[in-house]
T-cell receptor, first 113, second 110 residues
């Protein structure tokens, strides 16, 4: 079982470039999440989805977009990269709310210069 | 979501029990307490969660006080590989989010 798979592992972007961070899960989880983690800090929620076709903003959504066309995939789009978006990005999935743990991928380390 | 308060850092000798405290004084009746840990820059790893009763699994035990305003994660025999940042999180039953704080950095020494 692969669990939550994130690609790429590392990426360097120039200011103003765009990219999509990929996230896929094979556990048939309805709930998926994107977090970012800045150095020495905890994780902050960017966007989340409770099922295909449904997305909602988290704590820090500005500068990002998401879509959820299938249960398995939840890509995160950066349209105009800025140095403030330099961070480690984690995707997670969950069976449901409350009593269901989140399972995390191993992250994408993004540097914007 | 209820806020949590954890010590910034703790030390523990290898082979001894590590007891990590967490205060969540504003917790509501339908909020779960979750514990995750993060080793280096890997993705957070789920450890354990509970609502009212104490819980135990192969990794750890979770002790929740009767008033539910605080909890303790217990690693019964800490190893060097348990060195990590440990996050205590409370989560409302019918919401979809885990909100992380800054956690406790546990250092296990030989």
């Amino acid at each position: 079982n692969a669990g939550v798979t994130q690609t790429p592992k590392f990426r360097i972007l120039k200011i103003g470039q765009s990219m999509t961070l990929q996230c896929a899960q094979d556990m048939n989880h309805n709930y998926m999440y994107w977090y970012r983690q800045d150095p020495g800090m905890g994780l902050k929620l960017i966007y989340y989805s409770v099922g295909a076709g449904i997305t909602d903003k988290g704590e820090v959504p500005n500068g990002y977009n998401v879509s959820r066309s299938t249960t398995e995939d939840f890509p995160l789009r950066l349209e105009l990269a800025a140095p403030s978006q330099t961070s480690v990005y984690f995707c997670a999935s969950s069976y449901g709310t409350g009593d269901a743990p989140l399972h995390f991928g191993n992250g994408t380390r993004l540097t914007v210069t | 979501d209820a806020k949590t308060t954890q010590p910034t850092s703790m030390d523990c000798a290898e082979g001894r029990a590590a007891n990590l405290p967490c205060n969540h004084s504003t917790i509501s009746g339908n909020e779960y307490v979750y514990w995750y840990r993060q080793i280096h820059s890997q993705g957070p790893q789920y450890i354990i969660h509970g609502l009212k009763n104490n819980e135990t699994n192969e990794m750890a035990s979770l002790i929740i006080t009767e008033d539910r305003k605080s909890s303790t994660l217990i690693l019964p025999h800490a190893t060097l590989r348990d060195t990590a940042v440990y996050y205590c999180i409370v989560r409302v039953y019918n919401t979809d989010k885990l909100i992380f704080g800054t956690g406790t950095r546990l250092q296990v020494f030989p």
